[in-house]
């Protein structure tokens, strides 16, 4: 019974700690922040994302982010205020810029090159086909 | 030479895999650049350790280059770097001011105490709120200024006599001949 007691009291105690960490007004909020910094990556242990760190930087930037929201500012701009501290780091989902194109548009490329040349492997093989199926000992394959 | 296709587009794969891994090896790789290379130091006012009535900003800093050290007694490794920015700051060839960093003033006087102040002076950042505006996510770290504020060179982690030798030295002759 004692212990039962102590655990609860303890469980209660630990709730309170993690909420007295951030204090949001309601839910909308909360569901913002949590959306914004589950997309950030926190630059002390990176991999993990800002909403998941334990490390003091983490801590400290989250109540960044909060003060920043709470500030008026959109998403973008606290991605950015945060993209000129610490660079595009910070970000899971890489801005498209030039230097980030092919990490954007590579694998559409890749898709792109493939297509390209099973379209010519189908279109030799059907200029083939027509007449009649090779013998079976110039197959390599 | 059909059959060897595979084979070569193999090869061909392990040596972009293989340069990949000997481009990075080495390098920290988990150390974030600075986007604040090239640009002016961040607009900051700092209390000065043991003696807070007294206040530091950029401006204060113009006109000769500085070696901005981050620091805390927390911090485990920067007392292994502590020898080494000590011989940097008695060699007098760069000021260097302490950053201490996410710590409180009676730990910082009781590791100094210990370890030796080789700063000019250190500014105190207690909650680590304009730590943010540098880029600083940890300690050590280091940061070199410019006579004119710009920050020319970053390093996060440990500085040791090689990084002294091959880093910091070359930049205070760049900045030396540029004056």
């Known amino acids: 019974m004692r212990r039962a007691l102590l655990a609860i009291v303890l469980l209660a105690l630990s709730a309170l700690a993690a909420a007295q960490v951030l204090q949001f007004r309601d839910e909308a ?5 949590r959306a914004l910094t589950t997309e950030l990556r926190c630059v002390m242990c990176q991999n993990q994302s800002l909403a998941d ?15 920043l929201m709470r500030e008026g500012k959109s998403d973008d701009e606290i991605k950015q205020y945060l993209v000129e501290r610490y660079t595009e780091f910070v970000l899971y989902k890489p801005q498209v810029e030039p230097t980030t194109w092919l990490l954007w548009f ?3 490329l890749v898709v792109l090159v493939g297509a390209g040349v099973i379209a010519g492997i189908v279109r030799r093989k059907a200029k083939q086909a027509p007449d009649a199926p090779p013998p079976l000992d110039s197959q390599e394959w | 030479m059909r059959r060897l296709l595979p084979l070569i ?3 061909a794969l392990a040596v972009l895999l293989f340069a990949g891994v000997r481009m990075n090896s080495g390098k920290d790789t988990s150390a974030i650049p600075s986007p604040l290379l090239g640009k002016p130091t961040p607009a900051f006012s700092l209390p000065v350790l043991g003696d807070p009535q007294r206040r530091v900003g950029n401006a204060d800093l113009r ?4 070696l901005l050290n981050v620091w805390g007694s927390w911090c485990p490794t920067c007392r292994d770097e502590h020898p080494h920015i000590t011989a940097l700051a008695k060699s007098g060839k760069v000021r260097v001011i302490g950053y201490d960093y996410k710590d409180t003033p009676e730990d910082a006087q009781a590791w100094l105490g210990q370890f030796g102040n080789p700063y000019e002076f250190i500014v105190a950042d207690e909650d680590g709120r304009a730590a ?5 996510y940890g300690a050590p770290e280091s940061f070199l200024v410019d006579a004119n504020g710009v920050v020319v060179w970053k390093h996060v982690g440990a500085i040791d006599d090689t990084v002294i030798r091959e880093q910091i030295e070359p930049k205070l002759m760049q900045m030396g001949a540029a004056r």
Not at chain 1, 29 to 33: C, N, S
Not at chain 2, 63 to 66: E, K, T, V
Not at chain 2, 132 to 136: A, E, F, R, T
């Open chain 1, 29 to 33: 909020e909360e569901a913002r922040f």
């Open chain 1, 53 to 67: 760190s334990n490390a003091p930087i983490a801590k400290d930037l989250r109540a960044e982010v909060l003060r």
């Open chain 1, 106 to 108: 590579g694998p559409a």
């Open chain 2, 9 to 11: 587009a193999f090869v």
């Open chain 2, 63 to 66: 006109g000769r280059p500085y």
């Open chain 2, 132 to 136: 943010l505006d540098w880029g600083i």
